[in-house]
């Protein structure tokens, strides 16, 4: 399985943008798919998680209201939109694919078996 992720960019606070992970390979569309990022100096963090067929979602509570994560199976894709972006959000952004869940959405780095190579998004005040 291969994911490429595109998306990112710098944008000022309080704007947007979206996120998209394309997936090849697999079986995309039994897979739990997540979002990480990773910021300058600090660990890689859980960001959003949707289930096989959309139905359940998990996000870090720093992201809740703001962040809402999608995803198209016919097309293989996945994408976060994030919207009110503030300064703590820039990061270098990954998406994931578990191959082990299906149903249930994880938040560990080590539940997912496949990763994109990241897109930086960078948030200035």
């Known amino acids: 399985v291969q994911l490429q992720a595109s998306g990112g960019g710098s944008v000022q606070a309080g704007g947007s943008l979206r996120l998209s992970c394309a997936a090849s390979g697999g079986t995309f569309g039994s897979y739990v798919m997540g979002w990480f990022r990773q910021a300058p100096g600090k660990e890689r963090e859980f960001v959003a998680g949707?289930?096989?067929?959309?139905?359940?979602?998990d996000y870090t509570d720093s992201v809740k209201g703001r962040f809402s994560i999608s995803r198209d199976n016919a097309k293989n894709t996945v994408h976060l939109q994030m919207n009110s972006l503030k300064p703590e959000d820039t990061a270098v952004y990954y998406c994931a694919a578990s191959r082990r869940y299906s149903k249930t959405v994880v938040a560990t780095s080590s539940q997912y078996d496949y990763w994109g190579q990241g897109t930086l998004v960078t948030v200035s005040s």
């Open positions: 949707i289930n096989w067929n959309g139905g359940r979602t």
